[in-house]
C-alpha cells in the first residue's frame, strides 16, 4: 500500500529559514512515546518550516503488529522502509522540512531490535538490510539529526496519556531495548550534526524549551540567531 500523505509545500518566496539561502532538512528521532512527535511539531512551528509526520496511521499491518509481533513484524516494517523510499524525492526536492521519524530509524533501530526479540528472522532481516542498503546510497543526507531521548519509564507514560488502542500492549521491555538501539544509533550517526534533547530536563511541550532548542538548532545548521 503506497503512502497517500503529500509532501508539504515548498516555502513561500522570502519565508524565514533557519539556513543561509539553503533550505534544510531536519529529522527528529526518538523513542516511541519520548516526545518527538511533539518535538517535531513545535520545532517546525517555531523556524518557519514544514512538518512531515511519520505516516504510522497509513500502515496497514501496524494493529496487527502489535497483537501478533511474530507474524507481522516483517510486513510492518517493511511497509515502512518501503513508503519512506518512496518520499525521498519529495523531500529531497522540497527541503525545508522538519521530518519526524525518518528511514534511517526503520532500518538501523527498529530491524535489530525485531530481529533480537524473535520478530524477524534471519532471513527476512537480510531482505530488510538489503532492500535498504540498495536504497540509502541515493536518499540526499539530512542537514541535522534532533534525537529526542527519555527513559522507558517516561515513554510508557507518555503512552498512556497519548491513549492510542494500538499501543496499549507495549511493554517496558520493548521500549528499553528500543531506547538501547537509539542510544547506539545517535552516538553512531556520523551523516549530519546532532542535536540532543533530553526531554526529561526540557519538555517539548514548553514553549521556552522550544525557543531553546530552535536556537541550538539554528546555531548547528549556521544560521543566524534571533
Same mark, same amino acid.
Given at each position: 500500500?503506497?503512502?497517500?500523505? #503529500?509532501?508539504?509545500?515548498? $516555502? ?13 532538512? *531536519? ?10 512527535? *511533539? ?22 499491518? +501496524? ?5 501478533? &509481533?511474530? /507474524?507481522?513484524?516483517?510486513?510492518? #516494517?517493511?511497509?515502512?522502509?518501503? *513508503?519512506?523510499?518512496?518520499? #525521498? $524525492? ?14 534511517? %530509524? ?5 530491524? &535489530? ?5 524473535? %520478530?524477524?528472522? &534471519? ?7 538489503? +532492500?535498504? %542498503?540498495? @536504497? ?8 541535522? +539529526? ?6 522507558? $519509564?517516561? /515513554? ?19 521500549? /528499553?531495548?528500543? %531506547? ?6 545517535? *552516538?553512531?550517526? /556520523?551523516? @549530519?550534526?546532532?542535536?540532543? +534533547? ?5 519538555? &517539548? ?22
Amino acid at each position: 500500500r503506497a503512502s497517500n500523505q #503529500q509532501m508539504p509545500p515548498a $516555502p513561500a518566496q522570502g519565508q524565514a529559514s533557519p539556513g543561509h539561502g539553503h533550505a534544510p532538512l *531536519t529529522i527528529v528521532a526518538g523513542n516511541i512515546g519520548a516526545g518527538k512527535s *511533539t518535538a517535531s511539531a513545535a520545532l517546525a512551528r517555531e523556524l518557519g518550516l514544514r512538518l512531515l509526520p511519520e505516516p504510522f496511521e497509513e500502515n496497514p499491518h +501496524l494493529d496487527d503488529y502489535y497483537r501478533d &509481533p511474530v /507474524a507481522f513484524g516483517y510486513r510492518t #516494517q517493511r511497509w515502512f522502509i518501503e *513508503t519512506e523510499l518512496a518520499r #525521498q $524525492p519529495g523531500i529531497a526536492a522540497r527541503r525545508g522540512v522538519v521530518q519526524d521519524r525518518a528511514i534511517y %530509524e526503520k532500518a538501523e533501530v527498529f530491524v &535489530p531490535v525485531m530481529a533480537e526479540r524473535g %520478530e524477524l528472522s &534471519p532471513a527476512e532481516v537480510g531482505e530488510l538490510t538489503r +532492500l535498504y %542498503e540498495r @536504497s540509502i546510497a541515493r536518499v540526499p543526507d539530512p542537514d541535522l +539529526l534532533v534525537y529526542v531521548g527519555a527513559g522507558e $519509564p517516561d /515513554a510508557v507514560r507518555h503512552l498512556a496519556a497519548r491513549g492510542r488502542a494500538a499501543e496499549r500492549g507495549i511493554g517496558l521491555d520493548y521500549l /528499553a531495548a528500543l %531506547e538501547r538501539a537509539y542510544e547506539r544509533f545517535s *552516538t553512531s550517526w /556520523a551523516r @549530519s550534526p546532532v542535536v540532543r +534533547l533530553d526531554a526529561l530536563r526540557h519538555d &517539548p511541550r514548553d514553549p521556552d524549551a522550544v525557543r531553546h532548542l530552535a536556537a541550538r538548532v539554528r546555531a548547528a545548521l549556521g544560521a543566524p540567531a534571533r
